[in-house]
């Protein structure tokens, strides 16, 4: 059984980490925190402290770190001795972070693929760009690597899994929807890291569609979703990480990911690109400075974590699976509904953290426990589904199931 828990990452989803995997101190053994900023990590153990999430009486420390130092983290990784590792920092450090697990042996887990800073949307499929070239590595090592094991990527992955395995007998096409219906109060804010969210959004739309990868423009289709609890939604196809990976395990359907987007956001979002604001290459103003402009439009919008106390609303996120049963058509729709307020009352946490943060931390029991501990390189839907929702259910993100039969809780 692996024991002993390091968390990369001070922010939001970090928080979230921190909160349940304290919660699940009995199963995963001694935590620490790392960032570049241990100032942060201590706010993040005081939020712990003061919310009494911490099941048994024991270590919980933070630490310092530059995670873009490989040989570092592995050292980091000798000194607390942990045997499993959690990746909520930048999408830039997750090789270098993924070489220190090789390195050391320990079970790698991360929420989102890695993203080179200097390159905006690769080719497709993404996961072949960096993960995927490290498998046979993982594998020679006895390495467990799960990629991905989020909510969006990670659970929606999943669900996908249970859909072709347990409703449907072929599978035609798979949307994922994500949807947040919550208010924040703010004139504009992004819900993670601005840097990383506008990055997926300045890039090609990739879709998987007719056994091939198609491209399209970001906010150029749209369709209104009607969504449980949060009702009839607009959103827009967008370019995603588990696209690049469901493509693979189901090449024969249709792959898509769907975002809500509200016409504000989309207004702000295209003045900014049109002006030449969101892109991730330097230039110098007249007084010399060389800068970032993306960089820039990150310092000025408020932090994501400062947005929690004011949060209220939903999110609904799911896959609608369509495909054949007992030779008719069939369609399966597989979500969560996760409440903003709920969560922050639980973690100091808004519910877009929540829902990223709780299941890695699942994923990190599964494999200290030994279920989905593999010695290879995976992402989620390679992996079986079942303990993995029933896991999330206990955990706070329980998820239901939409069919003809109507609409019901999934019960394992």
Known sequence: MKRNVLIIGAGGVAQVVAHKCAQNNDVLGDLHIASRTIGKCEAILASVAEKGSMKVDAPFTAHEVNAMDSAAVAALIRKTGAQILINVGSAFVNMTVLEACIETGI?????????????????????????????????????????????????????????????????????????????????????????????EFTGTVYSWQNGAWQSNKMFEVGQTFDMPVVGPQKAYMTGHDEVHSLSARYPDADVRFWMGFGDHYINVFTVLNNLGLLSEQPVTTAEGLEVVPLKVVKAVLPDPSSLAPDYVGKTCIGDIVKGTKDGAEHEVFIYN?????????????????????????????????GTWDVSKMVNVEELEPKPFLALLGEMGLPTRIKDAAGDRPFLG
């Open 107 to 199: 079970a790698y887990l991360d929420t989102a693929i890695h993203e080179d800073p200097a390159k905006i949307c690769e080719t497709p499929p993404w996961y072949g760009n960096y993960e995927w070239k490290r498998r046979a590595r993982c594998a020679d090592a006895g390495v467990t690597a799960i990629l991905g094991v989020g909510f969006d990527p990670g659970v929606v992955n999943a669900y996908a899994r249970l859909a072709a395995d347990e409703h449907l007998d072929t599978v035609s096409s798979i949307d994922i929807v994500d949807i947040n219906a919550g208010s924040h109060g703010r004139w504009f804010s992004t819900n993670f890291d601005p840097e990383i969210n506008f990055r």
């Open 337 to 369: 509904v996760a409440d903003h307020k709920e969560a922050f009352n639980e973690t100091g946490s808004q519910g877009i953290s929540y829902t990223a943060g709780v299941p890695p931390v699942a994923a990190a029991i599964l494999v200290a426990n």
